[in-house]
């Protein structure tokens, strides 16, 4: 069982900086794609990016190319998600999730949620 937890939320206002990151609590690094998604109040939850196990492919919603980086580190068992000029419509629940693969939709495990709030 591979369990996540994320941190790093909080406010901030609109135009600047967060870097949120996840733990996860055993090695990752040969098998699992690693994904952030977020959920708005009202609104389903939505991918914003992810990175395959080597770090070497990575992929962003259209929204957040360009603002927001995710990296991970192996040898820490650790993902991150580095937003910058954020905005109020970022604001929602950001969380960490685990996939086999690349490709594969189904990400098996997830982390708590951490909130992000953008101010105006």
């Known amino acids: 069982q591979l369990q996540l937890v994320e941190s790093g939320g909080g406010l901030v206002q609109a135009g600047g900086s967060l870097r949120l990151s996840c733990a996860a609590s055993?090695?990752?690094?040969?098998?699992?794609?690693m994904g952030w998604f977020r959920q708005a109040s009202v609104k389903e939850r939505e991918f914003v990016a992810k990175?395959?196990?080597?770090?070497?492919?990575?992929l962003y919603t259209d929204s957040v190319k360009g603002r927001f980086t995710i990296s991970r580190d192996n040898a820490k068992n650790m993902v991150y998600l580095q937003m910058n000029s954020l905005k109020p419509e970022d604001t929602a629940v950001y969380y960490c999730?685990?996939?086999?693969?690349?490709?594969?939709?189904?990400?098996?495990?997830w982390g708590q949620g951490t909130q992000v709030t953008v101010s105006s």
């Open positions: 999730a685990a996939a086999r693969a690349f490709g594969d939709p189904d990400y098996a495990y």
């Open positions: 055993r090695r990752t690094s040969t098998t699992h794609t």
């Open positions: 990175i395959n196990w080597s770090g070497g492919s990575t």
